[in-house]
């Protein structure tokens, strides 16, 4: 049977605009300081989850919502499954933005909204792939579970509580990140280091904040000095700010300096690709006489975490031949004067290292500070073989529909997909597109929705048959 997906696509393309157009007007950032018994990650999250399995049901798929944590659109039966693994939660939209994040909006062929890219588009694309395949009532010889979760850029919690309770997928994908397929990503783990709060007596750091979420660069900074060289700091300022490629506005008032500055955001997994205003604001800032734990504060983020995202000034810079570099975003900073200060530093990491040879290499320069150091939740090195079945098929349905002769990625990335143990990352970000997950003016390509959806279904199916 032949099968043209693109024609199949092109017949629901209202409709998969308008599903996708009510997810995401969905604001499903994670809150739980406003969760419920119902809503354990806080209502947006929920909402999102109620959303996509409501237009499951609609579509007369089975569903199944796991305690307002994860749900799965279910279809087709057979001895193994086959799990398409998405989530509806965003990061916080931030600032920057020239439209209403959580209002989508077409313009230059692109929908920018907060979770275009990131995953609702990508998810939805998916998920009318299954669609698709359901309308034609084309055979099947295998499950499908499309499952989803609902805190995928913070804790995972979701997707934990799902496997913890459903059967593990034989084998699957997550439609999280980019083509032609990603069948290996990095490990891991953030590291929080945590510091008293003492001042000396010059210069006083009475707040230091920077960052929305440790897998993101911030955006954003800023600080509150008390001082007396208020007008000598905001003579370097000015010069600072025409020097580097932030920007940024300083107050005085009386012995009082508010200092902000805006940097740009990117994804933790490659931080050279944003502007870390945190630790321009440090470099500002130790310039000037800072003591006690405060001055290490500035001094560890200037010297040591500013512009190092391959751990070089840390002595542990590593490469895999296959997984490449060891990488660092250095993604919240929070300090108040006595109560202390932390860092919350995200690692990702290939195989040939481990998250102690990380810390290890963090404590050679923090030991004569006075830092405690805290381990976030860990994930090892994931790999996938590229002669795995799952691999090639998928690979060879990206090669048919687009042409383009196409192989593994291994990114820093972390997607659902390596929770299976065959599980890999399906697009939906094509080659040569900016990649505004977890920026400001975050969109994706209207015609990239749709060419996604045909090469879904058409990957799907030839899993599944």
């Not at 940097?263 to 502007?275: C, I, L, S």
């Not at 200060?341 to 040879?357: I, Y």
């Not at 939906?428 to 090469?455: C, R, S, W, Y």
Request: hydrophobic letters at 40%; zero cysteines.
């Amino acid at each position: 049977m032949s099968i043209d997906w693109k024609a199949e696509v092109e017949k629901r393309q209202d409709a998969l605009l308008e599903d996708l157009f009510s997810m995401l007007k969905i604001e499903s950032v994670r809150d739980e300081s406003i969760a419920t018994t119902e809503a354990p990650l806080g209502p947006g999250p929920k909402a999102g989850l109620d959303k996509f399995l409501e237009i499951g049901a609609r579509d007369g798929f089975k569903t199944l919502n796991l305690d307002g944590l994860a749900g799965h659109i279910e279809f087709g039966e057979g001895d193994e499954t086959l799990g398409i693994l998405a989530h509806v939660d965003v990061m916080p939209a931030g600032n920057g933005w020239d439209t209403d994040p959580f209002s989508p909006v077409v313009k230059d062929g692109r929908i920018y909204a907060r979770g275009a890219s990131d995953d609702k588009g990508p998810g939805m694309a998916a998920y009318y792939g299954l669609k698709i395949i359901q309308e034609l009532g084309l055979p099947v010889s295998k499950k499908v579970r499309f499952i989803i979760g609902t805190d995928e850029e913070s804790g995972w919690r979701g997707m934990t509580h799902y496997l913890e309770n459903m059967p593990e997928p034989d084998f699957g994908f997550s439609p999280d990140a980019f083509f032609p397929i990603i069948n290996g990503e990095k490990g891991n783990i953030t590291y929080f280091l945590n510091f008293n709060g003492s001042n000396g007596e010059k210069n006083q750091l009475l707040e230091f904040d920077a960052g929305l979420r440790e897998n993101m660069v911030p955006r954003d900074a800023k600080a509150v000095i008390k001082t007396e060289n208020g007008a000598e700091m905001e003579e370097v300022f000015n010069e600072f700010i025409a020097a580097n490629v932030v920007t940024g506005e300083l107050e005085r008032h009386d012995d009082m300096v508010t200092i902000s500055m805006v940097g740009k955001a990117a994804h933790a997994q490659e931080p050279k690709n944003g502007e870390n205003a945190g630790t321009f604001l440090a470099l500002f800032l130790n310039q000037f006489d800072f003591g006690g734990d405060a001055g290490n504060y500035l001094r560890l983020a200037a010297d040591y975490l500013h512009k190092d995202s391959r751990m070089n000034n840390f002595n542990i810079a590593f490469t895999d031949d296959i997984m490449g570099d060891l990488t660092m975003n250095s993604g919240i900073f929070t300090f108040k004067a006595d109560k202390g200060g932390q860092m919350a530093l995200n690692f990702r990491f290939p195989k040939g290292m481990t998250e102690v040879d990380i810390k290890r290499g963090i404590e050679n320069i923090t030991n004569e500070m006075d830092v405690t150091i805290e381990a976030g939740r860990l994930q090892g090195p994931h790999y996938v073989s590229p002669e795995d079945p799952l691999v090639k098929t998928l690979l060879g349905v990206y090669t048919k529909q687009t042409g383009e002769k196409a192989e593994g990625l291994v990114v820093g990335g972390g997607t659902y997909g390596r929770l299976l143990k065959r599980g890999v990352a399906f697009g939906a970000m094509f080659p040569g597109v900016p990649d505004t997950m977890h920026q400001a003016n975050e969109f994706i390509p209207l015609d990239d929705v749709f060419k996604a959806a045909a090469i879904y279904a058409e990957g799907i199916y030839e899993l599944i048959k």
